[in-house]
């Protein structure tokens, strides 16, 4: 048996693509200030519009300062973070937790209710179980999915003050389909407060578009064709402050006898989601919205989906089907998104 298994994890190759040609910007006087890194498991990036050089270069090593203690505190991976230990004394003990780890299992428990269980925090042992996206993916027999899936219990993650604790030790938490985009939200806070008012932020995938762009015209924030091994790009949307965030099943997978298996788990039967859409990008004011909805989305399919989409306030979706048919909700329709691939149709 042979698999197969790719991260992508170089910027034009992510899940969203920035159009930004800076040199051809009719631009008042400033300087473009930009660093990579390597966090939160992917190719992440700062630019921003400052008025000098040091002035840029010290907004963003803030940020990713914050970002770099986000992940210490929150990643499931690190044996000295929070989530960790959490996971660790599942079943025996309460674990202190700072006000920030709190707020985002508070926040992830909440949305469990806001996507009728489809996002779910709990869904650790499931994750690594099958192991996708490491370097020994693993199918599960029935037996295997069945024992996470009977621990699967929002109800088993007590919160005491700043004490957590899961109830059960085959149950863990994984905040990564959320800590992200929170990451997300304060680099882009600590950057407005640094007086930094455009510029943008895209941690693998995940944009955030920080002001205009500094000729006053809006971001064009590209999005990936939904194919795998593809580097072309879907269509972009022209945003203003907004965060832009695609879950696909294109993304991270391993493929075993011929089928793929990606890694969006539903919480329902514990397997890759056998969704009919292949991307749902997901235009939000937080990155926090749109790191949880397009994964719940992408689980709901598009008629569930497209419904949940029209009653959340300040979020808008595209969804692309199985048959490279692309679905926009209300507020996109008029001018909220480019087609750009002639291969794919939007569907009025």
């Known amino acids: ?162 004490e957590v604790m899961v109830e059960n030790q085959n149950m863990a938490l994984d905040l990564g389909g959320i800590a992200k985009g929170y990451a997300v939200d304060e680099s882009a806070r600590i950057l407005r407060e640094e007086g930094i008012d455009s510029g943008f932020i895209n941690f693998g995938g995940d944009v955030y578009a920080l002001g205009e762009k500094p000729d006053e015209t809006p971001w064009n924030v590209g999005i990936r064709e939904p194919v795998i091994d593809s580097g072309g790009v879907l269509g972009r949307v022209p945003t203003t402050n907004m965060s832009v965030v695609t879950s696909g099943d294109y993304e991270r997978y391993f493929i075993e006898d011929g089928t793929v298996y990606h890694h969006i788990i539903d919480p329902r039967t514990g397997f890759p989601s056998e969704s009919d859409v292949k991307s749902v990008t997901v235009v939000s004011e937080t990155s926090m919205d749109g790191d949880v909805y397009s994964t719940a989305l992408f689980i709901m399919g598009l008629d569930q989906g497209m419904n949940l989409t029209e009653t959340v306030h300040g979020v808008e979706a595209i969804f692309v089907n199985l048959d490279n048919e692309i679905f926009l909700s209300s507020g996109l329709k008029d001018g909220g998104f480019e087609l750009m691939n002639e291969d794919y149709v939007i569907v009025e």
Request: charged share 25%; glycine share 6%; proline share 3%.
């Open 1 to 162: 048996m042979k698999h197969k298994r790719k991260i992508i994890t170089v910027l034009f190759m992510v899940a969203v693509t920035i159009f930004l040609i800076t040199q051809f910007i009719d631009q008042p006087e400033g300087e473009w200030v930009e660093k990579n890194e390597f966090v939160l498991g992917t190719f992440s990036q700062i630019r921003v519009y400052a008025p000098t050089e040091a002035d840029g270069e010290a907004a963003i090593e803030k940020a990713f300062a914050r970002v770099r203690e986000i992940e210490d505190r929150m990643s499931p991976h690190i044996e000295e973070s929070q989530v960790y230990q959490i996971n660790q004394q599942a079943g025996h003990a309460f674990v202190e937790v700072t006000d920030d780890t709190l707020n985002v299992i508070r926040t992830g428990v909440d949305y469990y209710d806001k996507t009728n269980g489809l996002f779910h925090i709990g869904i650790g042992s499931l994750i690594n179980l099958w192991g996708i996206g490491t370097d020994q993916p693993y199918i599960p027999t029935q037996n295997e999915i069945n024992a996470k899936l009977d621990a699967l219990d929002i109800q088993a993650i007590r919160i005491e003050g700043n």
